[in-house]
T-cell receptor, first 112, second 112 residues
């Protein structure tokens, strides 16, 4: 069953601009992860943020987590054409037998 | 470093034919292994996961089965394919059931 829901479904920006993608979820989580998928390829893990963390950075990526609002955002700064891909948020719920549950993804197009 | 292989990369099979997709991981021991299916324009659906040799958990009633005959080998099978089995199949591994997952390149299956 789907847990995370990304917003918007599609985003088109100019190279150099920042891209902000949002994810909302329904139940309590252990952590939230963001992945990237280039067309026709496997997913690549970008960043994991734990439920007791509020913000994490990795290079041009910044992820925030607001557990009170059950939401997360992924910010890509100074976007490049190579950032064009689908981005997925995925959550690991609390409780026994927790597994990674993916949203439907956001399609990001960065125009050169 | 760890690598994950999947084959074949693409497959076209007639309805009613058998299926065998293979996934192998190198450079790690006792990984958690996962099979996902991704329908066009959608997120990932977890099909099976395994925490050890011979231990398979099924997430969704399917026309599919999985086996783990060796520590780093995960096989997805079907005795008789259906049209609805078409999709992009992804294998992944993790060393922590709650942590990040690392994906293979995927197999594009078309059932005709």
């Amino acid at each position: 069953s789907q847990q995370g829901e990304e917003d918007p479904q599609a985003l088109s920006i100019q190279e150099g601009e920042n891209a902000t993608m949002n994810c909302s979820y329904k139940t309590s989580i252990n952590n939230l992860q963001w992945y990237r998928q280039n067309s026709g390829r496997g997913l690549v893990h970008l960043i994991l943020i734990r439920s007791n963390e509020r913000e994490k950075h990795s290079g041009r990526l910044r992820v925030t987590l607001d557990t009170s609002k059950k939401s997360s955002s992924l910010l890509i700064t100074a976007s490049r054409a190579a950032d064009t891909a689908s981005y997925f948020c995925a959550t690991v719920n609390t409780g026994a037998n927790s597994k990674l549950t993916f949203g439907k993804g956001i399609t990001l197009s960065v125009r050169p | 470093s760890q690598t994950i292989h999947q084959w074949p990369a693409t497959l076209v099979q007639p309805v009613g034919s058998p299926l065998s997709l293979e996934c192998t991981v190198e450079g790690t021991s006792n990984p958690n292994l996962y099979w996902y299916r991704q329908a066009a324009g959608r997120g990932l659906q977890l099909l099976f996961y395994s925490v050890g040799i011979g231990q398979i958990s099924s997430e969704v009633p399917q026309n599919l089965s999985a086996s783990r005959p060796q520590d780093r080998q995960f096989i997805l099978s079907s005795k008789k394919l259906l049209l609805s089995d078409s999709g992009f199949y992804l294998c992944a591994w993790s060393d922590n059931i709650l942590g990040e997952q690392y994906f293979g390149p995927g197999t594009r299956l078309t059932v005709t």
